[in-house]
C-alpha cells in the first residue's frame, strides 16, 4: 500500500490516493499505531478537501475523532466531530450532522459530563427531526433513554422509550438500539427477566440483518441479564459465541469486551479464580486493540478482584503494573485513576496511611493538569479518609470539607452523598452526633435529589458505596439525639429512595402519608432500624409518644442470622433453630413487655429483615405470632398507612414472604398479612394476581387461586415445613391490597 500510495501521488490521483490512505489508516489503527493512524486521516481529508469532495472530508474528519476518542483523547476527539457536523451543516444534511452529534454525547458521556452530553444528544434529536429521519430519531431518543436510566429517572426515560418504539425505524441499528436501551431499562429496574427478553430480540434482529459483529456485542448484553438472572451456564454459552465471532474477525476489543463479560459471569458463579484469569486475558486483549482506557480499566477490576482472592499486598502489585502501563503510554486520566486505586489498596491492606497520601496527591495533580474535575474531588475526598484512617481528625475534616464544596459546585450528586456520608462517620466516631446529623442529612437530599443507582466509577472512591446506609445512619443518629420522630421519618425516606430505585417513584410520592401511622386501640406497631453497632427498636402504641428499645447487635451480625436462618441442604431449604430462637431474643422478646392488650402487632422491617421477624417466630405451648396476636408485616410505615387507610393505593407494590411452620398451630381467628412490593405492569388489560394461602382440612397447606390473564392454578405443600411464596400484583384478598396467610 505505501508503494500504491506513491504511484497515485506521482501521479497525481488524488481520489485514489485519499481513498488508500484511509485504508492505510485502519491497518496502521489495527497494529496499534496510532499516530500513523492519525497522520494518514488528516492526510486523506486535506485530499478530500481540495477535490472539493466535503461528504468524503467529513467522514475522514469522523474517522479521526473516533481514533481519538478510542485513546481516551475526548477533547480533540470532540474538536473534530463538531469540525465534520459544520461541514454537514453547510451541506444542509442534517442526518449527517445528527450522527456528529450523538458521537459528540458520547465522548461527553465517557467523561461523565452529563448536562453536556444530554445537550448533544438532543441537539442531535432536532436535527434527525428536521431532516425527517426516524432511524436517526429513534438512535437519539434511545440514546436520551440511556442516559436517563444510568441518572435514575427511569420514567422519563420509559417515555422516550415510548416515542422511539412508535417511529417507523427501519434500519436493524436503529431498531436494535431501541431493544438494547429497554434491556437496560428493565435491568435499571431489577427485571433480569425482562432485561433478557429485550436484549435477546437485539441480539435477534442483528443477526437477522446479517451483521454478526453488532450481534456479538449485543450477545454479551444479553450475557449480563442472564448473569443477573442466575443464569450463568446459558451466559458463558452466549459469551463463548461473542468471543468466536470477534477472534474469526480479528478484533481484539471484541475480544476484549467478551473476554471481561466472561470475568463477571464467573464472579457471579462463584469461580473468582477464573474470573480473574478472564480479566487479566481481557486485558491483553484491550492493549492489543489498543484500547488502552478499557486495558487499565479491567487491570484496575483485577486488581480489586484480586484483593478479594489473594493478600492486598499482592492486589497492590497488580495494581502497580497497571500504574506502569498508564505512565508509559502517556494517559495521564488513566494514571490518576490508577494512582487512586494504589492508594484504596494500600489502606485496604492496612498498610501505612502516609503512602496513601502519597498516590492521592500524585493522583490530584495529574488531575489538575488535566483539568478532569471529577477525578481530582476524589482525590482529595479520599485524603481525608487516609487521614482519618491515620487519625489526624483535623486534616481529614479540611480536605472532605474542600471535596464536598467542590462536589456541590460541580452539581457533582455522587460525590457529594458520599462524601458526607464518610463525613458523617467520623464525626459520629468523635462523638459529635448533632454535625453528622447534618452531614448525613446533605448526603441523603443528594441522595434522594437523583434517585439513581450507584455508577461504576466506584473504582476510584475508598469510601463506602451503600446509599441505602445513609438513611438508615440518619435514622440511627436521630435516635442518639433523641429524636424519634424524625428518626422514623428518615426510615420512611430510605424506604422512598428504595421503592424509586426500584422503578416505582409513585410508591414515594412525598407527603402522602403521615410518618406515624393512625393506630386503632386493638393495634401496636414496631420498627426495627439497623445501624452499625445497635439495634434500634421503635415500638408504637395508640396516642402515645414513639418509645424507643435498643439491643447491642450490629447489622453485620443480624445480616449472619437473617442469612442463617434458611439454610441449603441437598438442595431443599432447613430451618435452623438457634439461628431463629437468637433472633426471637434480639428482634421480639424486647418488645413483648411493653405490649397492652393489643391484638394485631404491625412489624415494619426494612431490607434484608423484611421476612425475618416471621421466621423467628417459634411455635412454643400454641403460642403462635407474638403470643396469640395477628402480626401485619409491612416493608415501610407509608406502605402501612396506605394499608390502613386505603389498601388500594399501594396495590403497585409487590414482597417475597417466608413463614415457617414445625406443626400445625392454632389458627383460629389468626392471620399474617404480608403488604406487597412490586408490579402489575407484566399483566394484560386488567388482570390481577392474588395468592391465598391457608391451612386445608386435612391438615395441609394449600397455596391457590393464582388468578392471572392465564387463569386458576392450585397448588398443595406439606403441613410442615417451609411455605416460600412471591407476589408480583394484588388487587383482591382477605382485605383490599395485601395478602393473607391464615
Not at 438472572?229 to 452466549?238: D, F, K, P
Amino acid at each position: 500500500w505505501e508503494q500504491a500510495l506513491e504511484l497515485y501521488r506521482n501521479a497525481g490521483n488524488r481520489e485514489e490516493e485519499a481513498g488508500l490512505l484511509e485504508l492505510l489508516a485502519e491497518a496502521h489503527a489495527r497494529r496499534g499505531n496510532t499516530a500513523s493512524a492519525a497522520s494518514a486521516l488528516q492526510k486523506a481529508a486535506a485530499l478530500w478537501h481540495g477535490l472539493k469532495d466535503y461528504y468524503s472530508q467529513a467522514l475522514a474528519i469522523a474517522d479521526l475523532a473516533a481514533l481519538y476518542a478510542s485513546q481516551d483523547m475526548h477533547n480533540e476527539a470532540r474538536a473534530l466531530f463538531s469540525d465534520a457536523a459544520a461541514i454537514y451543516a453547510a451541506l444542509k444534511d442534517e442526518s449527517g450532522r445528527g450522527r456528529m452529534m450523538l458521537l459528540i454525547s458520547e465522548s461527553h458521556r465517557a467523561q461523565w459530563a452529563w448536562r453536556e452530553a444530554l445537550a448533544a444528544a438532543r441537539d442531535a434529536l432536532t436535527a434527525f427531526r428536521a431532516a425527517q429521519d426516524p432511524d436517526g430519531q429513534a438512535q437519539a431518543l434511545a440514546a436520551l433513554a440511556s442516559m436517563y436510566i444510568v441518572s435514575g429517572e427511569t420514567g422519563e426515560a420509559g417515555k422516550l422509550l415510548e416515542q422511539a418504539r412508535a417511529l417507523p425505524a427501519t434500519e436493524p441499528l436503529a431498531r436494535a438500539a431501541v431493544f438494547r436501551t429497554a434491556g437496560d431499562l428493565a435491568a435499571a429496574l431489577g427485571n433480569p427477566a425482562r432485561a433478557v427478553e429485550q436484549y435477546g430480540m437485539e441480539v435477534a434482529l442483528l443477526q437477522q440483518s446479517g451483521d454478526l459483529k453488532a450481534a456479538a456485542r449485543a450477545q454479551l448484553s444479553l450475557a449480563d441479564a442472564l448473569t443477573r438472572n442466575g443464569r450463568q451456564e446459558q451466559a458463558l454459552s452466549w459469551i463463548a459465541s461473542a468471543l468466536e465471532v470477534a477472534r474469526s474477525a480479528g478484533d481484539a476489543e471484541m475480544q476484549g469486551d467478551a473476554l471481561a463479560a466472561s470475568g463477571r459471569t464467573l464472579y457471579a458463579a462463584g469461580r473468582k479464580n477464573g474470573a480473574l484469569k478472564a480479566l487479566e486475558q481481557a486485558a491483553d486483549a484491550f492493549n492489543r486493540a489498543p484500547r488502552q482506557d478499557k486495558a487499565l480499566d479491567t487491570l484496575a477490576r483485577a486488581a480489586l478482584m484480586a484483593a478479594e482472592i489473594e493478600d492486598p499486598k499482592a492486589a497492590a502489585q497488580r495494581s502497580l503494573l497497571a500504574l506502569s502501563a498508564a505512565r508509559d503510554r502517556g494517559n495521564a486520566r488513566a494514571e490518576a485513576a490508577m494512582l487512586t486505586l494504589n492508594g484504596n489498596l494500600v489502606l485496604l491492606a492496612g498498610a501505612d496511611p502516609a503512602r496513601a497520601l502519597e498516590f492521592y496527591d500524585r493522583a490530584a495533580n495529574l488531575c489538575r493538569s488535566i483539568k478532569d474535575n471529577y477525578c481530582e474531588t476524589v482525590a482529595i475526598g479520599n485524603k481525608g479518609l487516609a487521614h482519618a484512617r491515620a487519625g489526624d481528625a483535623a486534616n481529614a475534616e479540611k480536605f472532605l470539607q474542600e471535596a464536598e464544596t467542590r462536589a456541590l459546585a460541580a452539581d457533582d450528586s455522587e460525590s457529594l452523598w458520599r462524601f458526607h456520608a464518610a463525613h458523617a462517620g467520623i464525626l459520629r466516631r468523635l462523638g459529635r452526633s448533632g454535625q453528622a446529623a447534618k452531614h448525613l442529612e446533605i448526603a441523603a437530599k443528594a441522595l434522594e435529589s437523583r434517585h439513581g443507582p450507584v455508577s461504576g466509577r466506584d473504582i476510584l472512591a475508598w469510601y463506602p458505596a451503600d446509599p441505602e446506609s445513609v438513611f438508615s445512619d440518619l435514622a440511627e443518629t436521630l435516635l442518639s439525639l433523641d429524636s424519634a420522630s424524625a428518626a422514623l421519618a428518615a426510615v420512611e425516606r430510605g424506604a422512598a429512595y428504595r421503592a424509586a430505585l426500584a422503578g416505582f417513584p409513585e410508591a414515594a410520592a412525598p407527603g402522602d402519608a403521615p410518618v406515624v401511622p393512625e393506630l386503632k386501640q386493638n393495634q401496636a406497631a414496631v420498627v426495627y432500624i439497623p445501624g452499625q453497632a445497635v439495634l434500634d427498636i421503635i415500638l408504637l402504641t395508640p396516642g402515645a409518644t414513639p418509645q424507643r428499645l435498643s439491643s447491642h447487635t450490629g447489622r453485620d451480625t443480624l445480616e449472619t442470622l437473617a442469612r442463617d436462618i434458611l439454610r441449603e441442604q441437598d438442595g431443599a431449604p432447613v430451618f435452623n433453630q438457634s439461628a431463629a430462637r437468637r433472633l426471637h431474643q434480639i428482634l421480639i422478646e424486647p418488645v413483648i413487655p411493653y405490649l397492652g392488650n393489643e391484638d394485631t402487632l404491625i412489624v415494619s422491617s426494612p431490607g434484608f429483615l423484611f421476612t425475618v421477624p416471621f421466621a423467628a417466630l417459634p411455635d412454643v405451648q400454641g403460642r403462635y405470632l407474638v403470643q396469640d396476636r395477628a402480626v401485619v408485616m409491612t416493608p415501610d410505615l407509608r406502605t402501612l398507612t396506605a394499608l390502613l387507610k386505603n389498601a388500594d393505593a399501594h396495590r403497585s407494590i409487590s414482597a417475597t414472604a417466608t413463614l415457617v411452620v414445625q406443626q400445625q398451630p392454632d389458627c383460629a381467628g389468626r392471620s399474617l398479612s404480608i403488604m406487597p412490593r412490586g408490579s402489575c405492569r407484566s399483566l394484560s388489560g386488567n388482570a390481577a394476581l392474588t395468592y391465598r394461602t391457608s391451612f386445608a382440612s386435612d391438615s395441609k397447606f394449600v397455596l391457590g387461586e393464582y388468578a392471572t390473564a392465564q387463569g386458576v392454578e392450585s397448588h398443595a405443600g406439606k403441613s410442615a415445613g417451609i411455605l416460600q411464596f412471591e407476589t408480583n400484583c394484588f388487587v383482591d384478598g382477605p382485605a383490599p391490597g395485601h395478602a393473607s396467610v391464615a
